[in-house]
């Protein structure tokens, strides 16, 4: 504005106005725009007009709002009614952040600060103001970076912590079922391993993606962890469930992903939690959903991964059974309840002969009954129970072997079963040669048998150890044959010294043409080998006379004895050895 106009307005409104010295007020660097109690503009310096557009003679006069959106005006006017009344709050060092209004009608980010000038018996308002549209912007920048994940631009744990509570609540008002789905990709580090962590880095990004285009804009999808992701939607639709979503958010990920010409693919286990109906909810908290989710997808990494799993609280229940069962495996085997049965093996065509014992692992959980090996060793495996737990086993098999050797009842190799988790540990021969020095068994009294599975998952170590063994004069036999990937090159590979046909194969025997063909094969490829067999699982006089009759010479199974405790064992020698 002029000077002239300036002093025009000094002079309408009251003498003192004058005094304001107007090279100030035209030369602050930010916009001041002045107002009457009524709103209307009664000054504007350069800065105001330059931020706004206007030039003075354009606005004297005219009400705020045309610098201001009407929402905002219109509280203004109700602030301006209420000042005037003498009952509103005092605008004197008012700050707000609004939207200004240029005259082009284009918007922007407005920091305003307002001040009185009470002059004679006149109010007028003055308002200090500048852009803040870059600031606003920078803030906005900092706080998503703050709020998410740079690599994939998903938001980060605490953020979905946050807007987890939003999304219950507005599902609580609107009646509508809330669905969580926690992922957990299966083969991110093999990747890393393989092409480097950049490639990892793009494949999390490009899976995050195929997320994305699978929710809706009010969906949350978060990055909770390295390979972690959530995904949260409302059901908008009754028919859409959790497990459609979950289905969805699978299937985007079977088609190989293409990165720098590289084709991979990444599976993923999920776990879907759902809060059914959060208008009456006693259903879970909103972390409790993402601990219920991430327990379910636990459960289908355990199954294999590449999977869906649904929470239901029957699984924690489970869950909860198998860690009271597994405190009592701890309890059990440190106070050394567990005990060893002892199967017989038999020379097939002279039943008195026994050739060899097999010491198997039983435990008695109290008032719960026997386990089975099958279930409780895994357990023990998972816990870091086995190494102690193998010591037991191999200590016990050891002094009981002597103890029948000693006692002229018996002397034939005690063959301990050893999981492929123990047999691959580096230092499983040492630990085991020093068992039995211990013990003072005579190492050829002494066999293990691990199973194919377990040896292939790392043929060199395998060789390695079984080598030693032998070098020590420890037999090494193969279980389980047949059951795993069993292959004539595993055989070649792995000098074993028995091979143990698998019970499956002898069970529909004679009957089963297809067992015949495999238990013939078996045998011929062991004798071509020069390797020993003896077949697992004899139950029937029909069984064992169809394998002598293939030339199998060694077996053991419930036709010959159950396995069996010491104190049974030995009458049961004696008994044999009488009816020779
Ligand atoms: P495995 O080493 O193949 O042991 C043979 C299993 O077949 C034993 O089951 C035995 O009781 C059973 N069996 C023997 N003859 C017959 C028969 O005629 N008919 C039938 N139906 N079954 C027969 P068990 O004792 O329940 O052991 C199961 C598995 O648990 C063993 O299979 C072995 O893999 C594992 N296991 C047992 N003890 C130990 C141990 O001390 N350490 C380790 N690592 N594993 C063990
Ligand atoms: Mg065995
Ligand atoms: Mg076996």
């Not at 020993?532 to 077996?555: M, P």
């Amino acid at each position: 504005m002029t000077r002239e106009d300036f002093d025009k307005l000094a002079a309408n409104a009251e003498p003192e106005l004058t005094s304001i010295p107007y090279a100030i007020f035209e030369a602050a660097a930010d916009a001041i725009v002045i107002t009457d109690e009524w709103g209307q503009v009664q000054a504007i310096n350069a800065a105001a007009q330059k931020l706004f557009g206007y030039g003075f003679a354009e606005l004297a006069g005219a009400n705020i709002s045309r610098l201001m959106p009407e929402a905002y005006a219109a509280r203004h006017d109700q602030c301006l009614a209420s000042y005037r009344a003498g009952v509103g709050r005092k605008l004197n060092g008012m700050v707000r952040e609004l939207q200004g209004k240029r005259k082009d009608a284009s918007l922007f980010d407005l920091h305003v600060s307002v001040g009185e000038l009470l002059l004679g018996g006149r109010q007028l308002l003055i308002g200090v103001c500048y852009d803040i549209s870059e600031q606003l912007q920078l803030r906005q920048r900092l706080n998503h970076l703050a709020s998410h994940d740079t690599l994939t631009n998903c938001m980060n744990r605490r953020t979905l912590h946050a807007r987890l509570q939003e999304h219950v609540a507005l599902a609580a008002a609107q009646a509508q079922q809330l669905a969580l789905v926690f992922i957990d990709l299966d083969g991110l580090k093999v990747i890393n391993d393989n092409h480097g962590h950049y490639m990892g880095d793009q494949v999390l990004v490009a899976i995050a993606e195929r997320f994305r285009q699978q929710l809706c804009s009010e969906d949350l999808l978060a990055r909770v962890g390295g390979d972690e992701f959530v995904v949260v939607a409302r059901q908008i639709a009754a028919e859409q469930t959790g497990i459609d979503l979950a289905t969805r958010l699978f299937e985007c990920l079977q088609a190989p992903l293409s990165i720098d010409g590289i084709s991979l693919n990444v599976r993923a286990s999920l776990g879907v939690s759902t809060c059914a109906n959060c208008t009456e909810c006693d259903s879970p908290a909103p972390d409790q959903l993402i601990i219920d989710a991430d327990f379910a997808m636990y459960q289908a990494k355990k199954a294999g991964g590449n999977r869906i799993a649904c929470f239901n609280p029957v699984m924690r229940i489970a869950q909860q059974r198998e860690q009271q069962r597994l405190e009592r495996l701890r309890l059990a085997i440190s106070r050394e309840q567990l005990q060893l049965y002892y199967q017989p093996q038999f020379e097939l065509n002279a039943p008195q002969r026994i050739t060899g014992l097999e010491a198997l692992l039983r435990w008695h959980d109290g008032p719960y009954g026997q386990v089975s090996p099958e279930v409780f060793i895994p357990l023990a495996e998972q816990n870091g129970l086995m190494s102690a737990l193998n010591t037991w086993v191999v200590t016990r098999a050891c002094a009981d072997n002597r103890a029948l050797i000693e006692a002229g009842l018996l002397d034939v190799p005690v063959a301990v079963n050893m999981s492929g988790f123990s047999f691959m540990q580096g230092d499983f021969v040492d630990k085991l040669t020093a068992i039995v020095r211990d013990s003072g068994l005579a190492a050829n009294r002494l066999e293990i048998e691990v199973t194919e599975t377990a040896a292939l998952k790392d043929i060199e170590q395998a060789r390695l150890n079984i080598a030693q063994l032998q070098s020590l004069g420890i037999r090494v036999s193969i279980d389980d044959f047949g059951t795993g990937y069993s292959s004539p090159s595993t055989l070649r590979a792995l000098p074993f010294d028995t091979l143990k046909i698998d019970q499956v194969f002898i069970r529909e025997m004679p009957n089963s043409a297809i067992d015949q063909a495999i238990v013939k094969g078996y045998l011929m490829l062991a004798d071509s080998l020069g390797i020993q067999v003896i077949a697992e699982g004899i139950e029937t006089r029909a069984q064992l006379d169809y394998l002598l009759a293939q030339g199998c010479t060694v077996g053991q199974g419930y036709w010959y004895s159950r396995p069996l405790p010491m104190t049974e064992l030995q009458p049961f020698i004696l008994a044999r050895r009488a009816e020779v």
